[in-house]
Every structure is written in structure tokens, then in C-alpha cells.
């Protein structure tokens, strides 16, 4: 009997049959919306607790909101998922703007469960998160009220909320619509091809340098073409975030980005510092790579180019089985979910149009499953790519035995399961390398991500803020946002490139996404978060796996500096903490290096 034979596109009949016309999705939504009424009518009777005897109302209320909210990410969670497996669903465009308002309903009574609870005296509030009823529940609570006191008046805020709907998130859904319509031409393997963005990316990695090129100078002229109506759509988006901190009396935007990753600006600063202060091996990395190709600088669309013929595609029959063997080696539990998923069909692999760019994993948290959605092309970074989403999936697994109140995880720790299992796949493969050639293009693969990390994250980081302050004195054109863009990819990668992407802000989804600010930094604080548990894991073996999952359990519950103490015994807050993993990326860099060398 022959191997059984994953499937390459996932299955959502499972949640409701039918796609974006399911009739099933239709009467899920009828349900929520009834629910979100009567629960609003439960809120208005509610009052600030006078006694510990009230705790009983809260979890009543907790269970409410449990059941609404998982029922809300099921249905928001698939719909996301036809509109990214096909762009041209004006159905599941219409379902997606139908959902952003049940979301805003439930938002709104969140925040007025969670004003009407900060104005419980300190003394009552201490004897109710003490109680054996919500004592689970503290550290989520305390966040709750303490981020109430921060904002403004439950109407105002309610208000923001409601606005949001057609304003703030309707421009970020317009830069979906905008990215899905575009068509670019390329010659692949001499043959003329008409290409969504998603795959046109894909061939940043192309063996052929012509092809990168041109796959690049096209997207940059499709960019180009549309600039103003990208530069609008981040101009308002940006806008609408700065009138609302301008309200609450916010001056930075980095407080809220740093709250929701429950995270401390030293923390943040060291992190930055200690990658600032030892860029110079992968600046050395970069100009070699220009080198090995034939070229006398990194232009940005070499960054991902391949450095040995000898490198293999891997089918994704052979890429998930890569994947599985090694997740095996760290442990049973990780295999067998991962196992599970393929079978199952949870991951949206295809290569084909129509399918928006990038990758994603998604939670259902009625059924307990996860979908992975990219587009595989058979590059080692696309087993990467698979491997990171498995890894965000399996988050969602361990989180399983626990309280949906104790699973609201933060970006950052979010990007360090991910990660994680990156790193597993990465470093078996630099392992298991058969040549030297194929070692130095494997490492190679593994510094990319270090380099993505440190400096591609970094100048989205840097461009972001200054973008931001800059935005407070009113629009920034589109030649300005390609000017502080340039200044910040040479600045993040040590004035290393030959030549840049001055319109990365008009391609990279993540400035555009509405739910989270700043999605830039968590990547790079995931990653060597997860380099500092990969690092133990070595050390004790398959024993690790269920501390590590004692790990990402704890990941909702605490700060990240708390959680580093407890699992790790590290102070983050530090750059001693992150010249650790940096160092071992650079232990990646003089390997490939002297590989190179040795090769001459």
C-alpha cells in the first residue's frame, strides 16, 4: 500500500457547506446576531459589584461572552478564508463587512462590561479576583479594567468603535480588494505568465535572475501605478488611529501596540538595541551573497535568491513529510497534531490565481481546529513557511484544556510558536545536507530568515514610526512615503543595498492590517524569543515538549517579561537576553562564510 497522499487545498464544508452562499454560514450568523441582542439587553441591568457576593454575575456574564466570541471567530474565521482562497468572492467580501458589524456590537458591549467593572472600589475589586470563581481569571481582568481607565467614556468609545466599521476597517478591506485585483506579466521559464501578486512574489526565489527581476520591476510598476490609492488608504488608516490616541491623550503610538504584546518599552529597546550594535556579520553575509551572484551589491530583488544550483525543490508530499520526521524529534504531541492536519486537510497549499498573497493560520475555536492557508512552490522556504503556520496552529492545540478568558495569547508569544517550529525544520535541514553546496544553500535559507528578522522587520519598524509622527502634521504623499522607506531599508540594513523597494509600503499587507498596530516588531521578538527555547530544547529533548507546552499555556496570562522569568529564568528587559540568540544567528553567517571560502 502506497503512501497516503495529502491534500493540497483545505476543506471548509466542514464548518458550513456551501462556501460563501452556505445557508448553514446564514443561520450561524442569524444565531449570533440574536445572541449579541440579548445579551446587550443583559448588560444594561448590570452594575458595578458592591460585594464578593456578586462574583457569581461576572462568570455568568464571562460565559456569555465566551460563547458569543467563539461563535463570532468561527464564522469570521472562514469567511477570512474564502475571501483568501479566492480574491474575485463578492459574497465573502459582502460577509466580511457583515461580520466587522457584529464584531463592532460585540466590541462595544465588551467595553462597556469592562467601564462599568473598573469603577468597583480597589477593595471590592481585590476580594472578587481572589474568589475561587475568578481567581483564574485575574490577570485578565485586572488588563480589562486597568486598560478601561486608559480610554475614554463608554459612549465615546462605543462610538469609535461604530465608526470604525465603515471607516478604519473599511480602508483596510479596500486595500484587499485593491492587492487582489492586480495582474502582473512574466516570463517564467520562457513562457509568458499573468500573475496574481501571491505568485508573482513566489519568484523572489526563482533560480532565474532575469525572472526576479522582472517578476520585481513589474510589481514595482503595478505599485507605482496605484500608488495614490495606496498612499490614501494608509494615510486614513493611519489617521483615523491618531485621532483617537490624540483623544485619549495619547501622545506615542507605541503604548498601545506595546500593551496589547503586554510588553515593556525596555523591553522593545533592548531588543532593538542589541540587533542595532551587531548587524555587521549579516551586512558581511549580504555583500558575499552579492558576491557568489555575480554582482557588485545586494540589489533587493537578490535578497532571496538561491546561491547554489544544488538546491532542491521538495513536492509538498515531500515537504510535509520532511516536516513530520523532524517535528517528531522534538516530540510525539507535535507530530501527531501536525499529522492530523495534513490528513485532515486543514492547509490551503495550492499554487494557482485568484488566491491573495502571503500566509496565514486561522483558529476555529467552536470546532477546535485550525486552516493554514499559503501558496506552495516548492522552495525550502515555503517548508518554512508551512512548518511557521503548523506551529501557530499547534499554539491553538495546547491551548485546548484551557479557558477561552486565558487564551486571548499576545502577538509577540503568538510569533514565538511559530517560530519555533521554524527552527525545527530550518536547523534538520542544514543537518541533514548531503553536499556542501546544498549545506551552504540550507544555511543560507535558515540566515534569510535572520536577516528578514533583523532588518526587513527593522525597517518596517523604523518606517512605521516615523511615518506615524510624521502623519500628525497632516498627509504624507506617496513621494514621501517612498522616501522614508528607502531611508529606512538602508538604515536596517547598514546601507548594504545596491538598491531598494521604495514602495514595500504599498506591497506589505501588514501596514494595512486594522485589528493589530505595529505587526512588525512582534516577528523579530518572536523569533528570538523562540531561539532561547529552541536552545533548551536541544539540551533536554523530547522531555521538553510538555514544559514547552506548560510554556505557551501560561502565554495569555502573564507579561512577557513575567513569562521569560517563569519558563526561561532570562530578564528580557536586557540586551544580554537577545545578544544570546543573536549570537547564534551569527553562528549561521561564519559557517556560510567559510563554506564559501573553502569553495573559493
Known sequence: MGKLEYPITWDLDVFFEGGSESKALRDHLDVVKEKLKMFGEKLESFTTPTSVQESSKIVSIIDELKDIATNLSEAGAVIGCFQAQDTTDKKASLLEGEIGSLYAKFSSMMLGFQQTISKTTEEVWNELINSDQLLEFSFVLNEWRDEAKRMLSEKEESMITALGVDGYHAWGQLYDLLVGDIRVKVKVDGVEKELSVGQANNLSSHEDAITRKEAFEVLEAAWTDKEEFFAKTLNHLAGFRLAIYEKRGWESVLPEPLEINRMKQETLDAMWGAISKNKAPFVEYLNVKSTMLGKEGMHWYDLDAPVSASTEKMGYQQGAEFILKHFKEFGPRLEAFSRNAFEKGWIEAEDRPNKRPGGFCTGMPVSEESRIFMTYSGTMSNVSTLAHELGHAFHSYALRPVHWMNRQYAMGVAETASTFAEMIVADAAVKEAKTDDEKIALLEDKIQRS?????????????????????????????????LMEIAQNEAYGDSLETTHPHFWAS???FYITGVPFYNFPYTFGYLFSLSIYAKAINEGT??????????????????????????????????????GINLCIQDVNEFIQLTNAKG
Open 451 to 483: 536577516v528578514a528578522f533583523f532588518m526587513n522587520i527593522h525597517a518596517r519598524f523604523l518606517f512605521e514610526t516615523r511615518f506615524y509622527e510624521e502623519r500628525k502634521n497632516g498627509i504624507v504623499s506617496a513621494a514621501r512615503l517612498n522616501e
Open 508 to 510: 506589505k499587507l501588514h
Open 543 to 580: 522531555n521538553f515538549e510538555e514544559k514547552y507546552i506548560a510554556l505557551l499555556q501560561d502565554t495569555a496570562v502573564m507579561s512577557v517579561e513575567d513569562l521569560a522569568m517563569k519558563h526561561l529564568g532570562e530578564d528580557i528587559t536586557k540586551e544580554d537576553f537577545w545578544i544570546k
